[in-house]
């Protein structure tokens, strides 16, 4: 709801109306851990669906819910100014990576964040959990869990500021690809919404975005493997660095390259520092990492 609020803020300064068209997905519903037991698009399926079924216009996701792999009937329209892509640990303590304590129990469903965090301390044990925020937090506070990673993102828009987080650099965790950015989507169809909907589009935030989601859709990672990528642009230069770790952390594969940003072909650009990202990682092993992973998880 914060995110529909959000877009249709941004529509309203652009001199649209708007008006909400609430909706609940399966994944808001199925408390299940998110395993390969279930369809890819489980928070995101249901909002495409309003778009087919003409119930609503715009569909706004959070694009790291959205699967790579694009419904022919609908279009990526925008992605706004990307905000705190960066994940943090939540505890009553205030604990950093290094000062948990030895064998802290860390809730996480994410094989992303677990691997990162077991690669600097094998001590620790992963539990999942799920729920929504509040849900999250409510576990933490019974002591299920010494601490639980968040994406920054999800707190900030709900001004959950009184909640005890530490910020972890992307050093220590590098965020999913997507994860801090929204999704535009629109019926390929509505060239007169396209148009509207154009307007909320950062340029430097979808090449970040197309940089680290082709990376994704190369290994055929999903939303389930532990890989994180991270790319944005600086001064001229768009920069895109990615790792891919077995799922107990022992192993890590890293890559960090960058190209001359130049806004007239950014998909080309986007698209060349994934696929040599993608190349450098295979030949050393980012695919059979990926696969032995999916065993793991089985
Ligand atoms: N389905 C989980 C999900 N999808 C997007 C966010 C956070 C906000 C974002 O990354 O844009 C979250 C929660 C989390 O990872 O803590």
């Known amino acids: 709801m914060w995110q529909a609020e959000h877009v249709a803020m941004l529509l309203n300064q652009a001199g649209f109306e708007t008006e909400i068209v609430p909706l609940v997905s399966s994944g808001d519903i199925d408390m299940r851990p998110i395993d390969s037991t279930r369809q890819v698009g489980v928070f995101t399926k249901r909002i495409q669906q309003a778009l087919i079924d003409d119930e609503a216009d715009i569909a706004v996701h959070s694009l790291k819910d959205l699967p790579t792999e694009q419904d022919p009937r609908l279009q990526l329209v925008a992605v706004p100014k990307r905000e705190a892509v960066n994940d943090c640990l939540v505890s009553l303590h205030r604990y950093s990576i ?133 790319s944005h642009i600086q001064n001229g230069v768009q920069s895109l660095r990615a790792i891919v770790l077995s799922t107990d952390g022992q192993e890590r594969l890293e890559d960090e390259r960058s190209a001359p940003f130049d806004p007239s072909v950014w998909q080309a650009v986007a698209t060349e520092l994934a696929n040599q990202a993608t190349e450098n990682l295979a030949n050393r092993g980012a695919r059979e990492l990926i696969h032995r992973g999916r065993d793991d998880a089985q």
């Open 98 to 230: 290094n000062s948990l304590p030895e064998k802290a129990r860390i809730g996480t469903g994410s094989r992303r964040r677990a691997a990162q965090l077991k690669h600097r301390r094998p001590d620790l044990t992963i539990e999942p959990i799920r729920g929504n925020l509040q849900t999250r937090l409510e576990k933490l506070n019974s002591s299920e869990y010494d601490a639980i990673m968040l994406a920054s993102a999800g707190l900030t828009r709900l001004k959950m500021d009184a909640v005890p987080r530490v910020e972890l650099p992307l050093e220590e965790m590098l965020p999913a690809p997507g994860q801090g950015a929204l999704a535009i989507e629109t019926l390929a169809s509505a060239s007169d919404v396209i148009t509207k909907a154009s307007c909320l589009n950062s340029i430097e935030s979808r090449a970040a975005i197309t940089a680290e989601r082709t990376l994704l859709a190369n290994l055929n990672g999903g939303c389930l493997a532990p890989i994180a990528a991270y």
